[in-house]
């Protein structure tokens, strides 16, 4: 999504067509009943079109939106998230406002991700749903834009629109009577207002200082945290933020990443791949995995394509290898799984000089994998292949999710004796990818043979949030160029979850 002035609400395909020359971005059209009117004045330059509805069926909804080629659909009723996941379209939510960030946070929480890309912040009024001409405390908007794209609305109009922009430093701006005269869009005020919205934004935003996720769902994601910190400890906050997109559009993601505000982004599933067309350079290491988690820009513009995914993997396992004393032969990996993670484990133990198997259910998929990367011993795809495998590794890399119930065998924890013990790994190196749940069904199994078991070897744990964290950190790097601080991010995200998640400490390696 990027900065969008609306011009909202009945008007004339001359208007419309001028709002779209002076510069908006999206215009809307109120749909109270079956009634469609398609401009093809509006279609030769037309902004995104945004269709208005409040409470209406959802069914009525879809057939209005796809009859009228609508970009996206804004609900300004009391609909309910359920409602906003059944509609064929990306939709915005209208709030209204009536309380605190806290309270309006609480309520967007249920909107978060799916197909809702956005909220509209709107006037309460207990007796309309929105065109009530009054604005809103326009700082609270500033205090809920951190995990959601923000548009504000009510009462605003060219002699006050610079001022809702500087106060809540919304994605978008929205009007409707505030461009009207006598009841019809006047078109001096249509181009006041979209000058000073724009030239607002360009003077407060500055070049390369919004940094975005792109995504979905990326609702619960804690990189918003993790940035922000960053800026916010090296004192760089009044420019630089980082702020959620949540979207499944690459053409979304593409026109944000190309706005000359943009200093780069994040990028997660959908889009790892599908983006890497449209960039201008990619890594060695983004080609080699096949996908990309990191977009930066150089001084031209151009879009750097990066991975940090196999970074982190690589810095992490090195150190616990170093702790376990493998700092000599060639280090043996197992990589449990073939999806696209495990492109980046791969291509970080081969980063490592290391030799490993891959262990897939599925073997067509294990061996689709295998062809990409050398130094792959064997693509075992049964328990008791797997179960062989036990004393012959060094490092464990899991990158299913929890829902798989992943663990492994016993014999990979339990001490060798006899002719074994000659030949058998001292010590494993067990790397989990997921942060969410913290203890997955592979890590609660580690922490079991810890507590119950004497015989067991020492087992050196990197967690999934220790992934996270430290793939975020280069990222931080790349864009900034700075050193990131590590201890203040590290320190603001365990508080923030201490109550839950990580209510006990993250391993010592990484405090």
Same mark, same amino acid.
């Given at each position: =999504?990027?900065?969008?002035?609306?011009?909202?609400?009945?008007?004339?395909?001359?208007?419309?067509? *001028?709002?779209?020359?002076?510069?908006?971005?999206?215009?809307?059209?109120?749909?109270?009943?079956?009634?469609?009117?398609?401009?093809?004045?509006?279609?030769?330059?037309?902004?995104?079109?945004?269709?208005?509805?409040?409470?209406?069926?959802?069914?009525?909804?879809?057939?209005?939106?796809?009859?009228?080629?609508?970009?996206?659909?804004?609900? #300004?009723?009391?609909?309910?998230?359920?409602?906003?996941?059944?509609?064929?379209?990306?939709?915005?939510?209208?709030?209204? /406002?009536?309380?605190?960030?806290?309270?309006?946070?609480?309520?967007?929480?249920? *909107?978060?991700?799916?197909?809702?890309?956005?909220?509209?912040? !709107?006037?309460?009024?207990?007796?309309?749903?929105?065109?009530?001409?009054?604005?809103?405390?326009?700082?609270?908007?500033?205090?809920?834009?951190?995990?959601?794209?923000? *548009?504000?609305?009510?009462?605003?109009?060219?002699?006050?629109?610079?001022?809702?922009?500087?106060?809540?430093? %919304? &994605?978008?701006? !929205?009007?409707?009577?505030?461009?009207?005269?006598?009841?019809?869009?006047?078109?001096?005020?249509?181009?006041?207002?979209?000058?000073?919205?724009?030239?607002?934004?360009?003077?407060?935003?500055?070049?390369? #200082?919004?940094?975005?996720?792109?995504?979905?769902?990326?609702?619960?994601?804690?990189?918003?945290?993790?940035?922000?910190?960053? *800026?916010?400890? =090296?004192?760089?906050?009044?420019?630089?933020?980082?702020? @959620?997109?949540?979207?499944?559009?690459?053409?979304?993601?593409?026109?944000?990443?190309? $706005?000359?505000?943009?200093?780069?982004?994040?990028?997660?599933?959908?889009?790892?791949?599908?983006?890497?067309?449209?960039?201008?350079?990619?890594?060695?290491?983004?080609?080699?995995?096949?996908?990309?988690?990191?977009?930066?820009?150089?001084?031209?513009?151009?879009?750097?394509?990066?991975?940090? $995914?196999?970074?982190?993997?690589?810095? &992490?396992?090195? +150190?616990?290898?170093?702790?376990?004393?493998?700092?000599?032969?060639?280090?043996?990996?197992? /990589?449990?799984?073939?999806?696209?993670?495990?492109?980046?484990?791969?291509?970080?133990?081969?980063? @490592? $000089?290391?030799?490993?198997?891959?262990?897939?259910?599925?073997?067509?998929?294990?061996?689709? @994998?295998? !062809?990409?990367?050398?130094?792959?011993?064997?693509?075992?795809?049964?328990?008791?292949?797997?179960?062989? =495998?036990?004393?012959?590794? $060094?490092?464990?890399?899991?990158?299913?999710? %929890?829902?798989?119930?992943?663990?492994?065998?016993?014999?990979?924890?339990?001490?060798?004796?006899?002719?074994?013990?000659?030949?058998?790994?001292?010590?494993?190196?067990?790397?989990? &990818?997921?942060?969410?749940?913290?203890?997955? %069904?592979?890590?609660? +199994?580690?922490?079991?043979?810890?507590?119950?078991?004497?015989?067991? /070897?020492?087992?050196?744990?990197?967690?999934?949030?220790?992934?996270?964290?430290?793939?975020?950190?280069?990222?931080?790097?790349?864009?900034?160029?700075?050193?990131?601080?590590?201890?203040?991010?590290?320190?603001?995200?365990?508080?923030?979850?201490?109550?839950?998640?990580?209510? #006990?400490? =993250?391993?010592?390696?990484?405090?």
């Amino acid at each position: =999504l990027d900065k969008w002035r609306t011009a909202q609400g009945q008007a004339s395909p001359s208007a419309e067509l *001028f709002a779209a020359e002076a510069g908006a971005e999206a215009g809307q059209e109120s749909f109270g009943s079956w009634a469609v009117k398609l401009r093809s004045a509006v279609e030769k330059r037309r902004p995104l079109i945004v269709g208005v509805f409040a409470d209406n069926d959802v069914e009525m909804m879809n057939e209005v939106a796809t009859a009228a080629r609508l970009d996206l659909i804004q609900l #300004s009723g009391k609909e309910s998230p359920a409602v906003a996941q059944q509609l064929v379209k990306p939709c915005l939510k209208a709030i209204h /406002v009536n309380g605190q960030p806290e309270e309006i946070n609480s309520t967007i929480a249920g *909107f978060a991700g799916g197909n809702v890309v956005g909220i509209l912040l !709107d006037t309460y009024d207990p007796h309309a749903l929105g065109g009530t001409g009054r604005a809103f405390d326009w700082s609270i908007a500033k205090g809920v834009q951190e995990k959601t794209p923000i *548009f504000v609305a009510g009462g605003l109009g060219p002699q006050n629109v610079a001022a809702a922009v500087g106060a809540s430093a %919304p &994605l978008g701006v !929205d009007v409707s009577s505030g461009v009207e005269t006598d009841n019809a869009k006047d078109v001096a005020k249509i181009r006041a207002f979209i000058q000073h919205a724009k030239t607002t934004t360009d003077e407060q935003v500055a070049d390369g #200082s919004q940094f975005y996720l792109y995504g979905s769902p990326i609702g619960n994601s804690p990189s918003p945290l993790l940035h922000n910190t960053g *800026f916010e400890t =090296l004192g760089i906050a009044d420019q630089h933020r980082y702020r @959620l997109c949540d979207t499944k559009d690459v053409k979304q993601v593409v026109v944000s990443l190309r $706005d000359r505000r943009t200093g780069g982004g994040s990028v997660t599933m959908p889009h790892k791949q599908t983006v890497m067309p449209f960039l201008d350079q990619i890594s060695p290491g983004a080609w080699a995995i096949g996908a990309v988690n990191t977009v930066s820009k150089d001084p031209a513009g151009h879009l750097l394509g990066d991975n940090t $995914d196999w970074l982190a993997i690589h810095q &992490l396992t090195k +150190q616990r290898l170093a702790a376990l004393g493998k700092t000599g032969a060639k280090p043996v990996g197992l /990589v449990i799984g073939a999806g696209g993670t495990a492109h980046a484990a791969c291509y970080a133990l081969t980063q @490592l $000089d290391a030799e490993f198997y891959i262990y897939n259910r599925t073997p067509a998929r294990a061996q689709h @994998l295998a !062809d990409r990367f050398a130094g792959v011993r064997g693509l075992p795809s049964t328990p008791d292949e797997l179960a062989a =495998l036990a004393g012959r590794v $060094d490092v464990v890399i899991s990158t299913v999710p %929890p829902t798989a119930g992943f663990t492994l065998p016993d014999a990979f924890f339990r001490r060798p004796s006899g002719a074994d013990a000659a030949s058998a790994a001292a010590g494993l190196v067990v790397v989990e &990818l997921v942060y969410w749940p913290r203890f997955t %069904p592979l890590l609660e +199994q580690v922490r079991q043979c810890a507590k119950n078991d004497e015989n067991v /070897v020492r087992v050196e744990v990197v967690e999934g949030i220790e992934i996270l964290l430290a793939q975020g950190l280069a990222q931080f790097e790349i864009w900034t160029g700075r050193e990131a601080p590590r201890a203040a991010i590290v320190d603001k995200i365990v508080a923030t979850f201490k109550d839950g998640l990580y209510a #006990s400490p =993250l391993p010592t390696s990484f405090q």
